[in-house]
Structures are given as C-alpha cells and as structure tokens.
C-alpha cells in the first residue's frame, strides 16, 4: 500500500509536529526518543507548559465530502504520573487528561468548531468529558431507502458532560450523563421541510474497563451499556428512550500480532417524533460506511482487527465487519447485512502516552473511503 511508505509518513508526521515557522537544533531536540532516537512528541507535550498536539484533520466520509481542519490537544499530567516517567518507569497504562479545540470543514459546506476537555481525578477514579460544539451537516438522507437519498441539512449546538466513578479497586465504572442539544434540520424536497427542535437528555450506564491505554489499546476490554431518557423535563420537546451496548476487546496472539473484536447493537423506542428521528435514529457506524447510509429502529453490527506490529513504532492492520440496520416491525429474515473491509497503518507517535496516528482505507458497499486515526479506529 503505497500509502504507507516511510518516506511520507515520515513527513507527514514532522509537518504535524514542527508546526512553528523554524524548528532550531535545541526544539529538534525535544521530538527525538533517547530511547531509540526516533520522531516521538511525549518529551515536547509533557515536559513544555505550554506544549501541544496540532492534529490534522481530513474529512474523506461519502456523507459530507472531502475537506479538513486542525486540532489542538492539550495533556495535562498528574504529578504522580510525571514522578513516575521522570524516573524511567511505563506509565503509557496511566491515563493523561487531554484538552482539544478544533475546526473543520468540507466541500458540500459541512463544518463544525468547539472544544471538550478529558479529564481523569483522583489516580483515575473518577473520568469526566465535556464539550461544547456547533456545526452544520448537509447529509443524505434515506427515510425510505427503497425510494433513494435526499438532501438533509442539519445546523445547531451540541452541549455534553459525562461523567464516570470507578467502583472500588475493581475495573468497573457507574456513569451520568446530560446533554443538550438544538437545531434545525431543513429536508429538500418539492418544499423544503423545515424543522426547529430541541433536545434535552439524562442518561446512566454501567461500563468495565481494563484496557491498558486508553487511546490505542493492545490488551484488554471496554464494556459498556447505557440507556438514555430524552425529555421534556431536560430541557427538549421530545420524550423518547435510546439503549446502546458495545464490548471492544484487544488481544495479544504473539508478541508481533494482535487481535481486536467489536459488538455493537444500539435501539430507540417506537415512541420517537419523527422531528427527533431525523437524527437521533441509530445508524450503522463502520468504516467504510457513510454516515446516517442505513438508518432505523435498532442497529446491530461486528468488528474483526488483525494487525502486526513492524516494530516498536510501525504497525500494519487489516480490518472486516458486517452491520444491519432494522426497524422493530421487522424479522431477521427481512434484515439485510452490510460488509465492510480494509487495511491501514499506525505509528507511535506519543511512546510515554501510548498516542499512535496513522490512516484506514475502507471498501463498504457502495464506495472505497480513507480516514486520518487519531488511536484506535474504536
């Protein structure tokens, strides 16, 4: 895969890091691992108050068109944490809290800006995400998949908190969360449909967790299931329920290869509004697969990842899953699947954080599809 020759990534991943006008010998410095004298940001992001990740961003999905923007990632460190790298030790398994603010847009006028802010208290008993993002997203829309695409338009503010307390010394998290959300959804048409709503959310779940880094895990587990109630009384003009429950697992075959699983199966009630189904209806969510493509009631999908490690930085991997997406009128016998195949590369670009970046290339069912990663794909 010409993609992945050494030469480009290479600089790809310097025109990432070396983002000031001129990079002096001292700076160079700072983004060489005395470990094995190659491109590594830890000693730049954890050492500097004031360093950073600036993370491009390339936009490549069918749903919204080519396009881009930036990212930048702030790690904030806990002084245990730093105690520990400082004298030598692997800390890669020690969560870090993680600051962003981003912008992107793309060719069919999609964008969207904001920030969030990752953060994990208390020798990491306590995780909390919270953001604030603003956007419009001009999609295709299949309300009726036999009768083809149309044109949706969907702009507002998204505001989240999340938050998760681990249970003990054990590996499992009970979580809240609440988030708000308003917008206006415009359907072409013969007359376009215009839409306003808002959207108020409360949700619980009950999660496990033992994967030993949290942005690209080799080994491991994350479980989870949460349900949601979107109410009136949270804020919104919608009362409806959402269920989602996923497990990603992470194993070592050998010392060069791994391997990772993914279930996913997500529902809502039948008791959704047609103004909050527009978007709030789950959809299968794959690589390779366009945003909101398969839309309905339930969705149920599966993940295999083989990858194989070159080296202690250089990782190739090849992908493959299968999704459907059903309605609660609907048999198994009536529910088509949709396949989905590929193959991508990571390097370790972070070793003290376990960061790697790197780029998929999907084939779904109508089109091939390639993706900047930041981590892992899930």
Same mark, same amino acid.
């Given at each position: 895969m010409?993609?992945?020759?050494?030469?480009?990534?290479?600089?790809?991943?310097?025109?990432?890091?070396?983002?000031?006008?001129?990079v002096?010998?001292g700076?160079?410095d700072?983004?060489?691992?005395?470990?094995?004298g190659?491109i590594?940001?830890?000693?730049?992001?954890?050492?500097?108050?004031?360093?950073?990740?600036?993370?491009?961003?390339?936009?490549?999905?069918?749903?919204?068109? %080519?396009? =881009? @923007?930036?990212?930048l990632?702030?790690?904030? !460190?806990?002084?245990?944490?730093?105690? #520990?790298? $400082?004298?030598?030790?692997?800390v890669?398994?020690?969560?870090?809290?993680?600051s962003?603010?981003?912008?992107?847009?793309?060719?069919?006028?999609?964008?969207m800006?904001?920030?969030?802010?990752?953060?994990?208290?208390?020798?990491d008993?306590?995780?909390?995400?919270?953001?604030?993002?603003?956007?419009?997203?001009?999609?295709?829309?299949?309300?009726?998949?036999?009768l083809?695409?149309?044109?949706?338009?969907?702009?507002?503010?998204?505001?989240?908190?999340?938050?998760?307390?681990?249970?003990?010394?054990?590996?499992? %998290?009970? =979580? @809240?969360?609440?988030?708000?959300?308003?917008? !206006?959804s415009?359907?072409?048409?013969? #007359?376009? $449909?215009?839409?306003?709503?808002?959207?108020?959310?409360?949700?619980?779940?009950v999660?496990?967790?033992?994967?030993?880094?949290?942005?690209?895990?080799?080994?491991?587990?994350?479980?989870?299931?949460?349900?949601?109630?979107?109410?009136?009384?949270?804020?919104?003009q919608?009362?409806y329920?959402?269920?989602?429950?996923?497990?990603?697992?992470?194993?070592?075959?050998?010392?060069?290869?791994?391997?990772?699983?993914r279930?996913?199966?997500?529902?809502?009630?039948d008791?959704?509004?047609?103004?909050?189904?527009?978007?709030?209806?789950?959809?299968?969510?794959?690589r390779?697969?366009?945003?909101?493509?398969?839309?309905?009631?339930?969705?149920?999908?599966?993940?295999?990842?083989?990858?194989?490690?070159?080296?202690?930085?250089?990782?190739?991997?090849?992908?493959?899953?299968?999704?459907?997406?059903?309605?609660?009128?609907?048999s198994?016998?009536?529910?088509?699947?949709?396949?989905?195949?590929?193959?991508?590369?990571?390097?370790?670009?972070?070793?003290?954080?376990?960061?790697?970046m790197?780029?998929?290339?999907?084939?779904?069912?109508?089109?091939?599809?390639?993706?900047?990663?930041?981590g892992?794909?899930?």
């Open positions: 010409n993609k992945t020759h050494t030469s480009s990534i290479t600089s790809l991943l310097a025109t990432a890091l070396f983002s000031a006008p001129y002096h010998a700076l160079m700072s983004f060489i691992d005395p470990d094995d190659r590594d940001g830890s000693q730049f992001i954890l050492d500097n108050a004031v360093g950073f990740l600036p993370i491009p961003l390339t936009v490549t999905d069918p749903a919204v068109g %080519f396009g =881009g @923007g930036a990212a990632l702030f790690f904030h !460190e806990s002084e245990e944490r730093k105690a #520990k790298r $400082l004298a030598g030790e692997h890669g398994d020690i969560p870090a809290s993680v962003g603010v981003m912008a992107l847009g793309t060719s069919n006028g999609s964008n800006v904001g920030g969030f802010h990752s953060g994990n208290w208390l020798n008993r306590v995780r909390y995400l919270g953001g604030i993002f603003s956007a419009t997203f001009n999609l295709k829309f299949y309300p009726i998949p036999e083809g695409a149309t044109d949706l338009s969907l702009k507002g503010s998204y505001f989240f908190q999340d938050l998760d307390v681990r249970l003990g010394d054990s590996n499992f %998290f009970v =979580g @809240g969360s609440y988030s708000y959300m308003s917008s !206006e415009t359907i072409a048409g013969q #007359k376009d $449909l215009n839409i306003d709503s808002q959207d108020g959310r409360l949700g619980w779940r999660s496990y967790d033992s994967r030993n880094n949290q942005f690209a895990p080799r080994e491991g587990t994350k479980a989870q299931f949460q349900v949601d109630h979107h109410r009136k009384a949270f804020g919104g919608f009362n329920q959402k269920y989602h429950a996923y497990v990603h697992n992470y194993r070592r075959l050998s010392e060069d290869w791994g391997l990772g699983l279930a996913d199966a997500k529902s809502i009630s008791n959704v509004d047609f103004s909050a189904s527009i978007y709030a209806k789950p959809f299968v969510e794959m390779g697969i366009a945003a909101m493509r398969y839309q309905a009631d339930n969705t149920a999908l599966g993940e295999v990842e083989l990858s194989y490690d070159i080296d202690d930085r250089w990782t190739v991997l090849a992908f493959a899953g299968a999704g459907a997406a059903f309605d609660h009128d609907q198994l016998a009536q529910t088509k699947l949709h396949y989905t195949r590929g193959g991508g590369f990571r390097y370790l670009l972070a070793r003290q954080l376990g960061l790697k790197g780029v998929d290339v999907a084939k779904g069912p109508e089109e091939w599809t390639t993706y900047i990663q930041f892992g794909a899930w």
